[in-house]
């Protein structure tokens, strides 16, 4: 396996970030796109196999199987391609700092990528909640499967956020969850082959996942999956998720969890990765030009 030294992945980081900066608006929607429905693919099996986990292993090995098999969004993304806000909150800033981008191109990728990871989030979200979230009848009545009870319990659990404490929790949770997303970004790119690569992405994503930390763009798709599950649900499983599933919708979806979380999202990225590792190898990249 071929393995870069440090000073060459965070080089190699900030060509990434210039090509990613230099991509046409429709591009970027497009890329995006298709890393929140990936995201939303990682997240909807991440549901399914946690699934009546806790019950009978308890509830580490139910966020350890949670964890396990989210990363395989992240990893579709860096192998295809794709275009991922919270990857782009560290590459398109190293680019600023390396290549001397212009911040007003990094907030452009920024935008249409978060566009385009909202759309593909919910697309997806909405694929899964009329699909293996919900049971139909011949009469097309639909009734939430245990896998729909789960993501609505999901959903309620990441807008239950009230108070100053509880918020402050929130965005320590998304700068610890974008820290350890985007080591996974750079040990990505530590080896040129492909189990190098997954090996270095799986275990940051799966640590991220297991810990509990908030990710804006997998909310994209946990809060709208449980939206769009909830009036399905029978009065016995609403009962059973308890009494903050009437706070479940599209407003709270941002302003308990999407808003904060995408803040700290991008200080867990920019400043714990981007700036900390600019800061600490820039002698060595100038020695490179």
Known sequence: MVFHPPVAIIAKAGDAGKYKTSLP??????????????????????TVCSTGVAATLGAGMAKLILGAVFPVGLIIIVLTGAELFTGDAMLAPMAAFIHKVSWASVINLWIWVYIGNLIGSVVYAYIMAMGPLTSWSAAGVGTATSFGVTAVSIAVGKISYFGGAAMWSLFLKAIACNWLVNLAILLGICADDLIGKFFGIWFPIMAFVSSGFEHCVANMYFIPAGILTAPYLTAEQAAGIGANLMNLNWVTMWTNNIILATIGNIVGGLFFVGVLYWVSFKKEIAALK
């Open 25 to 46: 608006a429709w591009n970027m929607i497009l890329r995006g796109f298709m890393a929140g429905a990936y995201i939303g693919m990682g997240a909807a099996l991440a």
